[in-house]
């Protein structure tokens, strides 16, 4: 059986026309671009802003720099203060103190403690005797930068001058809260105590430093004494004189109705 089919040239396609929405896509596009430079805008401002924060950073951290190394160059000027305590517990609260500028990391504000004494020799009963005496009972001497009155800063002051004055306070209380510190010796009605002129300083520490020490006796010109060593043992005698510096005596001995002068140790004689 036979089919009548049509050839395939013999179809004619349908006309049929695809419209493109041209428009649209130019609008898409436009809107797509939009987005991009939108997109590129706000990266760029992120960008800025990242860049400006880090330049922030960088100044704050240069400014904490510079504040950190203009408070450990302040010029600080070293002066000697007198600070009272209980009597007796001098060298207990000098290391008291020591130990506070150790552990509170004080040592480019406070420098040297203290105890003013001097040797001595004491001649008692014949016996010599060497002893440390305290030249001023119940105090110490401190060597500190010199204290500011924060009062006294005008509304101009400057930083370091600020800084200085947060030292200082930093400083006073350190010393003045110290164990067995009862305060600063100050002058009249002065908010912040005066330091010793530099002179009676100096005065002080060189009588620490004499290599020779004090002789101390308690005879007296007149006083009469037991000879108890050397030839003149067991004779009597007046004091005549006495020589501290070469730890001698002169005292007057009698002999066959007649006083000589004999000179002795100061060891050599004791009270009657």
Same mark, same amino acid.
């Given at each position: 059986?036979?089919?009548?089919?049509?050839?395939?040239?013999?179809?004619?396609?349908?006309?049929?026309?695809? $419209?493109?929405?041209? *428009?649209?896509?130019?609008?898409?596009?436009?809107?797509?671009?939009?987005?991009?430079?939108?997109?590129?805008?706000?990266?760029?401002?992120?960008? $800025?802003?990242?860049? =400006?924060?880090?330049?922030?950073?960088?100044?704050?951290?240069?400014?904490?720099?510079?504040?950190?190394?203009?408070?450990?160059?302040?010029?600080?000027?070293?002066?000697?203060?007198?600070?009272?305590?209980?009597?007796?517990?001098?060298?207990?609260?000098?290391?008291?103190?020591?130990?506070?500028?150790?552990? &509170?990391?004080?040592?480019?504000?406070?420098?040297?403690?203290?105890?003013?004494?001097?040797?001595?020799?004491?001649?008692?009963?014949?016996?010599?005797?060497?002893?440390?005496?305290?030249?001023?009972?119940?105090?110490?001497?401190?060597?500190?930068?010199?204290?500011? &009155?924060?009062?006294?800063?005008?509304?101009?002051? =400057?930083?370091?001058?600020?800084?200085?004055?947060?030292?200082? &306070?930093?400083?006073?209380?350190?010393?003045?809260?110290?164990?067995?510190?009862? *305060? %600063?010796?100050?002058?009249?009605?002065?908010?912040?105590?005066?330091?010793?002129?530099?002179?009676?300083? &100096?005065?002080?520490?060189?009588?620490?430093?004499?290599?020779?020490?004090?002789?101390?006796?308690? %005879?007296?010109?007149?006083? =009469?004494?037991?000879?108890?060593?050397?030839?003149?043992?067991? %004779?009597?005698?007046?004091?005549?004189?006495?020589?501290?510096?070469?730890?001698?005596?002169?005292?007057?001995?009698?002999? %066959?109705?007649?006083?000589?002068?004999?000179?002795?140790?100061?060891?050599?004689?004791?009270?009657?």
């Amino acid at each position: 059986m036979e089919t009548d089919l049509p050839a395939a040239e013999d179809v004619a396609a349908p006309a049929t026309e695809i $419209e493109i929405p041209w *428009g649209n896509l130019e609008l898409e596009a436009e809107a797509n671009a939009v987005e991009d430079a939108d997109a590129d805008a706000e990266s760029e401002t992120d960008s $800025e802003a990242d860049e =400006t924060d880090s330049e922030a950073d960088e100044t704050e951290a240069e400014a904490n720099a510079d504040a950190e190394s203009a408070a450990s160059e302040l010029p600080i000027r070293r002066v000697w203060y007198v600070v009272h305590c209980y009597s007796g517990y001098e060298n207990k609260v000098k290391k008291a103190l020591e130990r506070r500028i150790k552990s &509170d990391g004080l040592e480019d504000s406070i420098f040297r403690v203290v105890v003013p004494i001097e040797r001595e020799v004491e001649i008692r009963e014949g016996q010599r005797k060497n002893i440390e005496r305290r030249v001023f009972p119940g105090y110490i001497l401190v060597e500190m930068m010199e204290l500011v &009155d924060r009062e006294t800063l005008t509304a101009d002051a =400057t930083e370091q001058e600020k800084q200085r004055a947060a030292k200082s &306070d930093e400083v006073w209380y350190a010393v003045r809260n110290t164990q067995g510190v009862t *305060g %600063f010796v100050s002058s009249g009605d002065q908010q912040r105590p005066v330091p010793l002129r530099q002179d009676e300083v &100096d005065k002080i520490l060189k009588r620490m430093e004499s290599e020779e020490p004090k002789v101390h006796v308690s %005879f007296r010109i007149g006083q =009469t004494v037991n000879i108890i060593d050397g030839p003149f043992a067991e %004779f009597k005698g007046a004091v005549e004189a006495v020589d501290m510096v070469k730890g001698k005596v002169r005292v007057l001995v009698s002999f %066959f109705g007649r006083e000589t002068p004999v000179e002795l140790d100061l060891l050599q004689v004791e009270k009657v």
